[in-house]
């Protein structure tokens, strides 16, 4: 075969799939720019689509904003307070959980760690803490006569009390799911939800979806 007729077949050939790429890399920049338009239209177009987005800004902005105040109330932290502070930290917020201990106490020492643990993840509850000794006026009108003592107040009021382990098995081994558990059975604290933001996301995605595929294809929803 001429050589000269090999290269210029094998030349045909490069060139060809040079613009087979190229046909293709153009075809998919044509479908990338129909779906962009697409998107766009339905977003322009479509009030649902646009309520459904301005809705889930304003309730991220919403929660965003309660967070704040509560952590500028003292939420999300376990504090010491004194007794001046008292009257003011337990009326200015409407769930807080006062924690009177003696520094000596092998079991206030205990009940310390666990509350300390629950206290970041439980926001909408204040969690304070009172040396006793220190604060002898509370301990005497709350009527306070054994140590460790959690009182429970809601708007100001004290509502219920966990005195030593009684309520939590008696014994000094018990875990901070136990004591969680208790609180929230006394209302004191709102059960955790550990993926409250992802499932909150998920279905602000599915309605979304849900949205787009009935405004693309009006018929789509309809099984």
Aim: with cysteine; hydrophobic share 35%.
């Amino acid at each position: 075969m001429d050589p000269n007729s090999v290269k210029s077949t094998l030349s045909n050939l490069a060139f060809g799939n040079v613009m087979a790429a190229a046909a293709r890399d153009y075809q998919k920049e044509l479908l990338a720019q129909e779906k962009a338009q697409a998107s766009n239209s339905v977003n322009e177009e479509d009030p649902e689509l646009e309520k459904l987005h301005a809705d889930r800004i304003a309730a991220l902005k919403k929660e965003a904003g309660k967070q704040e105040a509560m952590k500028k109330q003292g939420h999300g932290e376990y504090r010491e307070i004194i007794e001046g502070d008292f009257l003011g930290e337990v009326t200015g917020s409407e769930k807080v959980i006062c924690y009177f201990y003696h520094k000596e106490f092998y079991r206030c020492k205990i009940m310390d760690k666990h509350l300390k643990n629950l206290a970041p993840g439980h926001l909408d509850t204040k969690f304070i803490k009172l040396d006793a000794e220190n604060a002898p006026f509370f301990v005497t009108k709350l009527g306070i006569k054994t140590l460790p003592c959690v009182v429970l107040f809601r708007k100001g009021i004290a509502t219920d009390r966990l005195i030593g382990f009684q309520d939590l098995g008696g014994k000094d081994e018990f875990s901070t799911k136990a004591l969680e558990t208790l609180l929230t059975k006394k209302g004191i604290i709102n059960e955790k939800k550990e993926n409250k933001c992802d499932e909150e996301d998920a279905d602000y995605h599915e309605r979304r979806h849900r949205a787009v595929r009935s405004s693309v294809d009006p018929g789509s929803d309809s099984d």
